[in-house]
């Protein structure tokens, strides 16, 4: 059952992809949990390499933050749904909520990334990567395409544990784990947190993105890696 929950390749609750085509050498760069305070700084890291992402972000963060929410849509990201309360949709603790209570969040979380930013999102992250029961009905009525990941860099787990040694965690995880069509998890946010310390997540994303493009990947939205143009040619 954990793994029908979590896997990142589970089907059980709902078509769920991770990971693109290894014919071209490209990434998808991906955000969850924000925006926060900290994601202009983000967008100022992007911007410098002229790479593009796609945030996955909270309802109630964008509520919160509308003009963070605007700034990443008109900086050339994509933006997808991750939830408007960042609830653990399974959490034996609290009881296992009702398909109907799953579909509302979600689309509570779209409506509020419509309204600030003016686009509805097609892709959708689980919070903490958990499907359950209704989820399926959920994004089938509301257009969604589930997301998960192939490397996550866990830089939320090394906040405050110590500065640039952290970041080369975060960092090497990721190299780690990366191959072409590989979709990378980072948070720009902290859940609902105001003002979080995402210092760990800048100096890794510092390192990582001129890293990565040195080694020939070329970085994308979700949009693009997963539904390429038909005149795409593969990298040699």
């Known amino acids: 059952m954990a793994w029908a929950v979590r896997g990142r390749s589970s089907q059980v609750f709902g ?10 050498r490209a990434l998808a760069l991906t955000f969850d949990d924000g925006p926060s ?3 202009p ?24 933050l509308p003009g963070a929410a605007r700034a990443v849509r008109e ?23 009702p398909g109907g209570a799953i579909e509302q969040d979600l689309r509570r979380a779209q409506d509020a990334i419509a309204e600030h930013t003016g686009a509805a999102p097609v ?15 959920a994004l089938r009525r509301l257009d969604l395409r589930a997301v998960m990941w192939t490397v996550i860099g866990y830089d939320w787990n090394e906040t405050g544990s110590g500065g640039r040694s952290a970041a080369g965690r975060v960092a090497a995880r990721v190299v780690s784990g990366v ?22 997540t800048l100096e890794a994303l510092r390192r990582l993105v001129p890293l990565l493009l040195d080694q020939g990947y070329e970085f994308e939205t979700l949009d693009n890696l997963l539904c390429p143009p038909k005149n795409s040619r593969n990298a040699s």
Do not use: K, M
């Open 75 to 97: 900086a050339g990201h994509a933006i997808g749904n991750h939830s408007y309360r960042h609830l653990l949709f399974c959490n034996p603790r609290f009881g296992f909520p």
């Open 37 to 39: 305070e900290g994601t």
């Open 123 to 137: 892709w959708f992250r689980a919070p903490y990567g958990v499907r359950w029961f209704g989820l399926r009905g």
């Open 41 to 64: 700084r983000v967008l100022e890291i992007l911007d410098r390499q002229g790479v593009r992402a796609t945030f996955f972000q909270i309802g109630a963060n964008v509520d919160r």
């Open 179 to 200: 191959s072409s069509g590989a979709i990378i998890c980072l948070h720009d946010g902290r859940e609902l947190r105001e003002r979080p310390d995402i210092g760990v």
């Open 15 to 24: 078509p769920s992809i991770w990971r693109g085509s290894r014919e071209r």
